[in-house]
């Protein structure tokens, strides 16, 4: 070769390598900086992983084998499952459950594939009070949610962390939904976040233990049934969530109905679990509205009226979805299908995360009126109990030794209000029969989280008193009259075999197999 033509291939190679250096030198300060978490992913700040421990916790799962891919114009190996996970636990988790009320336990969560790039990550649901916030993924990620208060219904604090593979940089959105991917929801039900394989850390709460039930229910022959007056009602399971207590909790007051002496033709049940005994159709938005709207057409001045919601819910929102499908009823639509309803008197029970805010009210005792949705278009024939308040989420099934009932086996709050129909010790003034207010104050007594300080259920009576308010139709006969106390007789509870069933919107008059 000539030597002219060695120093001007020199020359070129020199001038390329001066134009590598800067580019190269982006790309290694871009792959060093992680994100920092943000509320509700405004511009996300940077924060350098320099100081951050290397020390890998151990994973229920092996780490997976790097894959090569193109970036930046070469290969780089993507960051493998088992890696994301501990550099999750390392930047995050670690400092949070330093930090954490440990008696709330902690559970996180990681998505089994990885998300390909352009995937939408965003929670479930809204959260009331926070801009939506969302996140799309620009290189193949990993999806992490992290469960703050793994023993309770949802809405409650949870963090979505979104880390990509091949930047290792993590976006995290606060909420208290469980996220959506591309629209559609994951980690949704209670089987599917107990599942070993999609756990990476998990504190279980110190407050949860297993229980089993033993409800006894009454003997509908022993009521006295008063003339003029019909007794109704609508109960909602609103979740698809065999695992979780929604549906004990709504079949529990189905068999307290119909021990009542309540006929199926005026019980409007809805439940995802089409197979179940009572249900009549599937719990869909559509679906609420029509069972109240029959209610409304069907009733009368002096009749009675049950509305029972079982769910996760938010504030002022209670989630109505079938598994397939479903969104959230507002408390203000709700009050207007209600408001259809012509009653003497008309009991509302909800089992729900912040379920307080249909009324109004918070855990400190404050009451405002004017949030109260259920009341405060100037209804006088209401009383209200709900399973949370507007500032605190309820529990499944809650036992330990300082819990009062652990017999219980569906939602803590909500259940000892249908244990009371079979308690002897709820009758507190003797007289044979259960009332609203009875019930509700054995469930008080008997709710372990409220007990601890973890929860406060509320209640709300708009120109009713709790005490003279029942479920069915009763004559001037009092309790002594009856032939032996309405609580005595045993009931064993069986619950069959899902068949869904989705079919068409009707009511089922007669059915097989009651309980």
Avoid at 495 to 502: G, L, N
Wanted: proline letters at 6%.
């Amino acid at each position: 070769m000539e030597k002219s033509s060695v120093i001007r291939l020199a020359a070129a190679l020199l001038v390329g390598a001066l134009l590598l250096v800067p580019l190269f030198s982006g790309i290694g300060a871009m792959a060093a900086e992680n994100l920092r978490i943000s509320p509700v992913m405004q511009k996300p700040e940077m924060i350098s992983m320099a100081n951050k421990s290397s020390e890998l916790l151990s994973l229920a799962e092996p780490a997976a084998t790097d894959t090569e891919v193109p970036a930046f114009g070469g290969s780089q190996a993507l960051l493998n499952k088992a890696d994301a996970a501990n550099l999750v636990q390392n930047s995050i988790v670690n400092p949070l459950w330093a930090n954490a009320d440990q008696q709330d336990g902690l559970k996180v969560l990681q998505y089994s594939e990885i998300l390909p790039q352009g995937t939408l990550i965003e929670p479930a649901f809204e959260t009331f009070g926070r801009p939506s916030a969302e996140i799309v993924s620009q290189n193949p990620s990993w999806l992490f949610m992290i469960d703050e208060m793994p023993g309770a219904h949802f809405a409650h604090p949870v963090k979505l962390v979104v880390v990509d593979a091949v930047t290792r940089d993590q976006q995290v959105i606060e909420t208290e939904w469980w996220p959506k991917v591309d629209s559609r929801q994951v980690f949704d039900k209670e089987s599917i976040r107990a599942d070993p394989a999609l756990i990476t850390f998990y504190k279980k709460p110190s407050r949860l233990t297993d229980a089993i039930s033993d409800i006894r229910m009454i003997d509908s022959g022993l009521l006295a049934v008063a003339s003029q007056c019909d007794a109704w009602a609508v109960i909602v399971c609103g979740f698809n969530d065999l695992p979780d207590t929604f549906d004990e909790d709504t079949e529990g007051i189905y068999s307290i109905l119909k021990s009542l002496g309540i006929d199926d033709s005026h019980i409007y049940f809805l439940s995802p679990h089409t197979g179940h005994t009572g249900v009549d159709a599937l719990n869909t938005i559509e679906n609420v509205q029509w069972a109240i709207n029959e209610v409304a057409a069907k009733s009368g001045v002096n009749d009675k009226v049950l509305f029972f919601y079982s769910s996760h819910g938010g504030v002022d929102g209670l989630v109505c979805s079938t598994g397939t499908s479903g969104g959230t009823i507002y408390a203000g639509d709700l009050d207007n299908w209600l408001d259809g309803i012509t009653c003497k008197e008309m009991a509302i029970i909800v089992e729900a995360c912040h379920s307080g805010s249909l009324i109004g009210k918070y855990s400190d005792g404050t009451f405002v009126p004017a949030e109260s949705d259920l009341t405060a278009d100037g209804e006088t024939n209401r009383v209200i109990f709900t399973s949370a308040s507007t500032d605190s989420s309820s529990y499944p099934d809650i036992d330990g030794p300082d819990d009062p009932n652990p017999s219980d086996s569906g939602s803590e709050s909500i259940y000892g209000y249908i244990m009371a129909f079979s308690e002897p010790s709820a009758d507190e003034d003797g007289d044979g029969r259960i009332s609203f207010g009875e019930a509700y104050l054995y469930a008080w007594d008997n709710d372990v989280t409220r007990l601890r300080g973890d929860n406060m259920p509320q209640m709300l009576e708009a120109g009713l008193n709790r005490n003279n308010v029942f479920h069915q139709c009763l004559s001037s006969q009092t309790g002594s009259k009856f032939k032996k106390p309405l609580y005595e007789v045993p009931f064993e509870r069986i619950i069959p075999e899902v068949i869904p069933q989705p079919g068409p919107v009707e009511k089922i008059v007669s059915r097989s197999g009651g309980l």
